[in-house]
C-alpha cells in the first residue's frame, strides 16, 4: 500500500507505553502499559501451548480451537500461562525503551492482564547510578618503600644456610633450633587420634609445628624420654580443632645442626657462583626486584583509593549485597574444601561469623564502588580493546586460579561470562591511564627498573633489528665469546 503524496501517514499507537518515577538515586518505578492487541496475541500463543498438551478427538496434537482448551483448561490457566510468557518480553522492551540500565530483579506489580483492557504493570528497579567521574589527572602520591637494607639481605642469607646446615647426632639434651627424632600419638577425651599418630618424625625445636607447648616440652629431653602432656589441638584440625587433648612422646634421637659458613665455597655449593659477592648480588637483585613488584602494585591501590576519594556515589543494595554473599560463598566452598565447618574456618582465621561479615560488607561496598566509577570513567576515555587483551586476561585468570586457560575459556563460553570479562579488562585498562596520569613522589629509577627486567629498555635494539643479527664476522670475533652479562641478556 503507497501513501499518496502530500499525506500524512497513519501514526499507529505504541506498542508498549511507559513511564518513569524517581524513586531514589538507585532505583526508579517504572510503569508499563500495553495495548490489547498484544496481550490477545499472547492469550492465542498461551492457548497453542497448552493445546500441544492434550489430545483431543478429531484433532491434531496443537490444532485444537482455543475454545475447547479453555473448556479443558479453564480460562484462569491460560491467562496465567500468557502472563508467564509474556511479561518479561513487554518488561525488556519498557526498559530499552526508557534506556535504563538495570542491576536488580524487578519487583512487579501485574495491575491489569485481560485481552479487552491490556496490560498495565508497575516494577520497581534498582539501576545503575548517572554521575559523571571526576579528572583522573594529577593525583599526588609516595611511592612505597622499595629498597633492600642489609637486614634483608642477612635474612635470606640465614635461610640459605639452614637449607645447606648439616645434622647430626648429638649425646646431650635438646636444646632450642636442634632437631629431634620423634614418636608422637594424640588422644581426645581418652580416644586416639589415628590421623594424629607419627611415628620417627624429626621434628625443629622451636618450630611450633605442632603446639607451642612442644617446643617448652622437649627443651632439655634425651634420646629415650618419654612424656606426656596437655594442650589444644590447633583450630584448623579436622572435626576436633581447638579441643583439648593428652599428646604422648617419645624421643628417639637428638641432633643438632651445623650451619656452613658464608664464604665462596658455600656461594659454590647453594648457586651457580664463584664466589660469595656474586651470590650477595644476585640475592640482592631478587628482593630488590620483588620489592618493587610489590610496591608497584601497592601504588596502584594508593592511586586508586586517591582517585575514588573524589567522588561520592550511590551504590545500588542488590550489587553490595551479591558482592558480599559471593565473599561469604568463597569461604564457604574453602571449608568444604578442607572438610571442616566454616566456625572453624573463622576461627582459623582469627575472626567470627559477625565481623567476618561486617568486614566482607565494606570490601563489597569498596569493590562496588571502584566498578561504578571505573565503568563511567572508561565510558569517557574512548579505550581501546586489543586482539589479545581477553587472550591476556584468560591466561591472568589461570595462573591466578592454577588452571590451564583452555579451562577459563571452556568456563567463560558455559557461563556466558565474556561481557564481565570484558569489563574487567577496560577497568584495567582505565586504572593503568590513571596511573598514568598521576605524580609520583620517589621510587626507582628508570634505569633500576630496566636492570632488574621490569621495564623495556627504550635503546634497546629490537629483536628484527639487523644490528641484533649475528653477521658472520661477529661469529668469529673473539668479542662474540658468551660471558656471564651476555647469557643473562639472552635470556631475559
Given at each position: ?226 612424656f606426656t602432656y596437655e594442650d589444644a589441638l590447633p583450630a584448623e584440625y579436622p572435626e ?253
Amino acid at each position: 500500500m503507497t501513501t499518496p503524496v502530500g499525506s500524512t501517514p497513519e501514526r499507529k499507537p505504541p506498542i508498549v507505553k511507559t513511564s518513569v518515577e524517581t524513586l531514589d538515586p538507585v532505583k526508579v518505578k517504572l510503569t508499563v502499559e500495553v495495548e490489547p492487541k498484544r496481550v490477545k496475541q499472547a492469550f492465542d500463543r498461551a492457548a497453542r501451548e497448552l493445546a500441544k498438551q492434550v489430545n483431543l478427538p478429531g484433532f491434531r496434537p496443537g490444532k485444537a480451537p482455543r475454545r475447547l482448551i479453555e473448556q479443558r483448561f479453564g480460562d484462569g490457566i491460560i491467562a496465567q500461562t500468557a502472563l508467564e510468557n509474556s511479561l518479561t518480553d513487554f518488561y525488556v522492551e519498557a526498559l530499552r525503551s526508557e534506556e535504563i540500565d538495570a542491576v536488580s530483579q524487578p519487583e512487579v506489580d501485574v495491575q491489569t492482564f485481560d485481552e479487552n483492557e491490556g496490560c498495565v504493570f508497575t516494577a520497581e528497579i534498582e539501576t545503575r547510578p548517572t554521575f559523571d567521574p571526576p579528572g583522573h589527572e594529577g593525583i599526588n602520591v609516595t611511592f612505597p618503600e622499595w629498597d633492600v637494607d642489609d637486614d634483608d639481605l642477612d635474612t635470606q642469607l640465614e635461610q640459605l644456610r639452614e637449607r645447606f646446615a648439616e645434622v647430626d647426632e648429638v649425646e646431650r639434651a635438646a636444646a632450642d633450633g636442634d632437631m629431634v627424632t620423634l614418636d608422637l600419638r594424640v588422644e581426645v577425651d581418652g580416644n586416639e587420634l589415628e590421623s594424629a599418630r607419627v611415628e620417627d618424625a624429626l621434628y625443629e625445636i622451636g618450630s611450633q609445628g605442632v603446639t607451642p607447648k612442644l617446643d617448652e616440652e622437649l627443651v632439655g629431653k634425651s634420646a629415650g624420654d618419654e612424656f606426656t602432656y596437655e594442650d589444644a589441638l590447633p583450630a584448623e584440625y579436622p572435626e576436633h580443632g581447638g579441643e583439648q587433648a593428652t599428646f604422648s612422646v617419645t624421643v628417639k634421637d637428638v641432633r643438632a645442626k651445623t650451619l656452613p659458613e658464608l664464604d665462596d665455597d658455600f656461594a659454590q655449593t647453594a648457586s651457580g657462583f664463584d664466589t660469595l659477592d656474586e651470590l650477595k648480588t644476585d640475592l640482592r637483585n631478587s628482593l630488590l626486584r620483588r620489592k618493587v613488584e610489590q610496591a608497584q602494585h601497592e601504588l596502584r591501590g594508593r592511586i586508586l583509593e586517591a582517585y575514588l576519594a573524589r567522588v561520592d556515589v550511590p551504590l545500588p543494595p542488590s550489587m553490595v549485597e551479591a558482592d558480599k554473599a559471593g565473599r561469604i560463598h568463597q569461604l564457604e566452598h574453602q571449608a568444604e574444601r578442607f572438610g571442616i565447618e566454616i566456625e572453624q574456618l573463622f576461627s582459623m582465621e582469627g575472626t567470627t561469623r559477625e565481623e567476618f561479615e561486617e568486614t566482607a560488607q565494606k570490601q563489597a561496598e569498596e569493590t562496588v564502588k571502584a566498578q561504578l566509577v571505573l565503568d563511567a570513567l572508561a565510558g569517557t576515555l574512548s579505550l581501546d580493546l586489543q586482539p589479545g587483551d581477553i587472550d591476556e586476561e584468560i591466561v591472568r585468570h589461570a595462573q591466578s586460579n592454577g588452571v590451564s586457560p583452555q579451562e577459563i575459556a571452556q568456563i567463560i563460553q558455559q557461563q556466558g561470562t565474556l561481557p564481565a570479562l570484558v569489563g574487567d579488562i577496560l577497568r584495567r585498562k582505565t586504572i593503568d591511564t590513571i596511573v598514568a596520569g598521576a605524580q609520583i613522589e620517589g621510587g626507582p629509577s628508570d634505569e633500576v627498573l630496566i636492570e632488574l627486567g621490569l621495564m623495556d629498555d627504550p635503546d634497546a635494539p629490537s629483536p628484527d633489528s639487523p644490528d641484533s643479527v649475528d653477521s658472520p664476522e661477529s661469529a668469529d670475533s673473539p668479542d662474540s665469546v658468551d660471558s656471564p652479562e651476555s647469557t643473562d641478556s639472552d635470556e631475559d
